[in-house]
């Protein structure tokens, strides 16, 4: 950064303070039946919510309702939702479609633990767009995750597996290791040291999950050189540290490595499965994993996960060496409401409408950017979005670091405040969902254009 430029930034950073405060005192003003929710919950519920996810100072929003693409809180302020339950609601909230499915299965029962024929007709449409042919169903991401590492150890008898640093897989606890280190203890960046990410965490399976940087094909492969590792388990567009593309060549590499050291290439597409396109990020990006790792929107808004895998790998669950197990798997509700999701509701035609509504809200937050020529640049994949306060693009969990939380907090307070509902951590993306209308998708951009008038004024 030049002089002036290092100036201008440092009087932008300044700005945004001066501009988080103000919004911080309003949002306390507007928002006092969510604080007295939450000094409620607060008696009974750790932090007062039911995922520390949720929670944030000075209190999260308590919402009431949600239909199509807003919310309500308890004070009667209304959000256009751009959180979209974290990417869970491509579909929007309560799709007319998808709530007749759900009524229509409630009269036939929520939940057999026998089979039901929805249960084949969610997985030969999960097979048609994944080009995976078998398919088993779970309850959310988390077990989706733990599940394919399971088969991925089953099939190669390996302990070990690899995540990237800055990754995010669930809250089990081989993959709640280097979430979102501190620096100062992550060690070198092109091969960072493995930190739990909680308490509870054993040395044991501290030891088994090695730790590598995204877009690095060189630290993969010295980490697999051992043969001892069974999967490696990645985001194909890493969308917990904002939106991170993958640099050309970067997935077929890493297809080519772990195929030649006999590892199992497990892709996390539980947040782009269905959001990146209609067959997720591997069919928008055209690399074939052995497993894939499904939830979120497949559900439609019901809790919905499952992994889908090679013949081979899921030839271990039907063999009995792998077990794979629980009680609401494939229960007749969420089936119902996955094959509306998947049948009628994300159409390839429905898919290109939003990423085409998407694209226009991206390029006017760019248009905003470049007309005040801020250190700010837009990223797209899908139906998701995001700011990302650096000009240059980030390719890894440290350059994600490296980026403006002022100014990005103090956008989203502002944001809150004008009822644009972005997800409390500044590590997430927008949605724009099959609900979200022209207006709907655009009112973000006029309520960024009005931020960032008063941060240059
Ligand atoms: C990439 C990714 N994988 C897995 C999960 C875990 O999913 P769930 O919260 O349904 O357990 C998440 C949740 O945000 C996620 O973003």
Not at 133 to 150: H, K, L, Q, V
Not at 225 to 230: N, T
Request: charged content about 20%.
């Amino acid at each position: 950064m030049s002089a002036t430029e290092s100036l201008r930034h440092d009087e932008l950073v300044a700005r945004a303070r001066q501009i988080t405060t103000r919004e911080l005192q309003v949002y306390m003003e507007r928002t006092a039946g969510s604080q007295r929710a939450t000094d409620r919950a607060r008696k009974v519920l750790p932090l007062g919510v039911p995922s520390s996810f949720q929670a944030y100072d000075p209190h999260p929003i308590v919402v009431r309702r949600a239909q199509g693409s807003w919310m309500e809180d308890v004070d009667g302020n209304r959000y256009t939702d751009y959180d979209m339950g974290f990417g869970a609601l491509f579909s929007g909230h309560c799709h007319p479609t998808l709530r007749a499915a759900v009524d229509a299965q409630l009269d036939d029962g929520t939940l057999f633990v026998t089979p039901c024929e929805l249960n084949a007709d969610v997985a030969e449409l999960l097979a048609a767009r994944y080009g995976l042919p078998m398919w088993r169903f779970t309850n959310s991401g988390t077990e989706a995750t733990m599940d394919a590492i399971r088969v991925a150890r089953g099939i190669t008898g390996r302990e070990k597996i690899v995540k990237v640093e800055g990754g995010y897989h669930g809250h089990h606890d081989e993959v709640m290791i280097s979430m979102k280190p501190p620096i100062s203890e992550a060690g070198p960046a092109d091969a960072p040291t493995a930190i739990p990410a909680t308490a509870g965490i054993t040395r044991a399976v501290l030891a088994d999950t090695k730790v590598i940087p995204y877009n690095d094909p060189e630290a993969l492969e010295r980490v697999l050189r051992d043969g001892d590792v069974a999967a490696f388990i990645v985001e194909p567009v890493m969308e917990n540290i904002g939106i991170c593309m993958p640099q050309r060549g970067y997935l077929e590499a890493v297809r080519e490595i772990t195929r030649r050291y006999g590892t199992m290439l497990i892709f996390d597409e539980v947040k782009t499965g269905i959001t990146a396109g209609w067959s997720g990020a591997t069919g928008v990006l055209g690399v074939q994993p052995d497993l894939v790792c499904l939830a979120k929107s497949i559900g439609g808004g019901l809790p919905l996960g499952a992994f889908g895998g090679t013949q081979e790998c899921m030839d271990q669950i039907t063999a009995g060496k792998v077990l794979h197990l629980g009680t609401y798997n494939g229960n007749p509700l969420c089936m119902a409401a996955a094959k509306a999701v998947l049948a009628d509701i994300c159409t390839p035609e429905t898919h290109q409408e939003v990423n085409e509504r998407n694209s226009r809200l991206v390029a006017a937050c760019q248009t905003v950017i470049d007309g005040a020529g801020l250190p700010a640049h837009t990223v797209q994949f899908g139906a998701k979005g995001c700011i990302t306060w650096s000009v240059e693009p980030i390719r890894t969990y440290r350059d994600y670091k490296a980026t403006d939380f002022d100014l990005a907090f103090a956008q989203w307070m502002h944001g809150i405040n004008r009822g644009v509902l972005l997800p409390p951590g500044l590590d997430e993306q927008w949605l724009i969902s099959v609900m979200h209308t022209e207006a709907d998708a655009m009112h973000y951009a006029g309520v960024f254009q009005e931020f960032v008038d008063e941060l240059t004024a």
